[in-house]
Each structure stands twice: as C-alpha cells, then as structure tokens.
C-alpha cells in the first residue's frame, strides 16, 4: 500500500484523464496545489478551459474521497485561460477559451478579459427575460416560476431556465426532478404546467454547484440555448443566480436578453443589492422592466388581512431610483411556500389568492412593456 497521504492522493488522481485530449490531468497539471491536511482535509485545483468537460470536478472529487485517510475534498476550479493560470497545462487552440473569460462584476479580480463575444440572436426563442434579484432568498424562482405558467396559461409558449447553477430550484418548484431526454443531439426540456423547463438540476450532481465559474457557466447557458429543443417560444424566462456574476454576465453576452425583472423584498438591504443588479443590467443595454416586490406584506390565510412585517415600500423606492415601473407588491402567503414544496406554484395551487393575482398581473405588465401581441 502506498504510505503517504500525498502519495495515495497521486496514484488516485494520475488515472483522471482530459477527454478532449487524452492526458492525465494530473502529469499535464491541469490538476495542481494539491494540498491535504493532518486531518485529511484536501484541497485541490482544478483548471477548466470552455470546451472542457466541466463533470471533470466531480470525477475527481469522488476520485479523492475514496482515498483512505481523507476526510473532506474541495475542488476549485479555476480558468484555464486566467493568466494566473499559467502552467504547462495550455488552454485549446483557437481562443474560444480566451474569448469567453468572463470579468465578475463588482469583485476585485474586475474586468481584464478580452472583448466579450458577440451576442447570437435565438429568433425561434422569443423575448428572453432575466429574472435576477441583488440577494438570494427573495423570491426570484417563485416569482420566475408563476411567471411562466400565468404566460403559458394565456396560450403563449414558453421556455423556463434554471440559470440559478449555485442552487436550481426550479426542477423541485415546477414539479419535475428527472434526467431530460436527448434526441438528435439535442436535450429535450421537460414540461410542467405548459411550460418548457431545463435546470441544471438535472444534469448535476446536488453538493456541485458552487464549483462553476466564469467559462463554464457561460458554456452551460450557451448550451442551454443553443442545445435544447425548445420548439418556438414566445418567452423564455431565466432564473438567474442572485447578486450580479458570471452567469449574468455569460447570459447578456451569450444572447440578446430584451429584458430584466427584478425581484426584491421590502427591506432596505435587499433594495440595495438589487440596486447593484439592476445597474448592471443597465449598463449593457438590457432594459429593466420593473420591479417586483415580493413578501411585500404578510397575507394571512385565515382572515385575509395584510400586515407588514419586512418594511413597507423598497420595491416603490427601487422602482423610482431605477426610473422603471413597480410591477406588482406580491404578499408573503403561506400557501406560496406551501405549493412551491410540492412542485405546485400558487398561480396552479390558488389560482384566487391575493399573490397569484398579482403574479399574473406582473405578467401581463410584462407582455405591454414589450410590446407582445396576442398569442398565435
Ligand atoms: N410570496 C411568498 N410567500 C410565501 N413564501 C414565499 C413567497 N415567495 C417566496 N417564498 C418562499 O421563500 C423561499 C425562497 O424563495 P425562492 O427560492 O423563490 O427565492 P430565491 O430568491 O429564488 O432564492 P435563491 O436565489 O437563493 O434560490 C421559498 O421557500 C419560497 O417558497
């Protein structure tokens, strides 16, 4: 048996190899700063170019945690075509790699990338709208979800993606929790409540998500568009991940995005944040549509009355600060909640309530600000 940690961790790792080009990510150092602990704690990092197969994390975690002695294994990916990560592992030929590094808005690392790609137009895909909040937790998977039945409901057609890769929720949310079917190369989307899903919630494994960065991220929501058979679409929503990333980023460059909808809750903290988002949003030429404010007041099952617990009027106040409309105050209802367990969003569950009302309200406010016709 091999006697050291480190040794052990190298013969598990030496077997790993690149698919796209056959070598040993461990001799080519694509897999590097392996670093273990006394206590088996390991770390490693793993660099990733776009064309990469980006399930290569997983493999080797899972080649790591059945080595003896480890207790715990961190994956970080980095990418390949960062010029920190130089090395003898070269990222592929033909600047793709290159092309698609992506700047994280708002961090420190700021923009050094190249020239962000061209945006390709996806006419059969309709109006593609990003749903996107500052902070996690508001309500933007609920808001994303009602959204899409209440325009399905209404006989367009449409498209739901789960681009939320650090916490897809829209597969529990819309009900459906299975591997999408592939026919001629192309991922067939799921449908729940006439509506066409994808998630990467399908496709990974749940403990992985906060591994994918920049490229990767833009490889996914690349391929989400491009790979998947939606059929045409009237609208395609997309579930963004919370704050102003990567995925933000990869989607407006990937695409013309012809809108954004911010979701907030009341208070000033959220307003905040979904400030920063929505600027974003702005400056590359995506109009925000408007604001929604969610859990704008609580809704009490039983008697119906309104009270406000979180503050009262962030959504307005964002609204007038970003010169764009308040789409709707949807109250904090239990039911929501309730019907978003068990794959049900309020607007299937209680089409009656105060909340699904207003959700279809933000609907049809959605529907004039871009000016859509009535569905074919
Ligand atoms: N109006 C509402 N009334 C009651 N519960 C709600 C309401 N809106 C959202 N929720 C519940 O709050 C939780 C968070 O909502 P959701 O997952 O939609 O937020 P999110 O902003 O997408 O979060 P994240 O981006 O962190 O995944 C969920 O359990 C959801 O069912």
Redesign the pocket.
Known sequence: MTDTLQARLAEALAPIANPRTGASLYQTQQLRDIAATREGKVRVTLLLAAQDDPTLARQVRQALEKVEGVTEVRVDVKDAAEPAADANYAPPKGGEAKSRALPVMGADTAPKAPAAPQPVSYPQLGRIIAVS?G???????????NLAISLAKLGYHVGLMDA?I??P?IPR?MGVDEAPPVQDDKIQPLLAHGVKVISLGFLIERDQPAIWRGPIVMKIITQFLRDVNWGRLDFLLV?M??GTGDAQLSLVQATQVAGAVI?TTPQEVAVGDALRGAKMFERVGVPVLGVVE??SYFESPETGKPMAIFGTGGGKRLADELQVPLLGE????????E???RGAP?VVSGPTST?AKKLNDVAGKIISALGVGAPA
């Open positions: 909040s902070k996690g937790g508001v309500g933007k998977s609920t808001v994303t979800t939320d650090y916490g929720n949310m579930d991940p919370p979701v969610n859990m949807v109250p904090l209802y239990p039911p929501v909640l019907g978003a367990d309020i909340a």
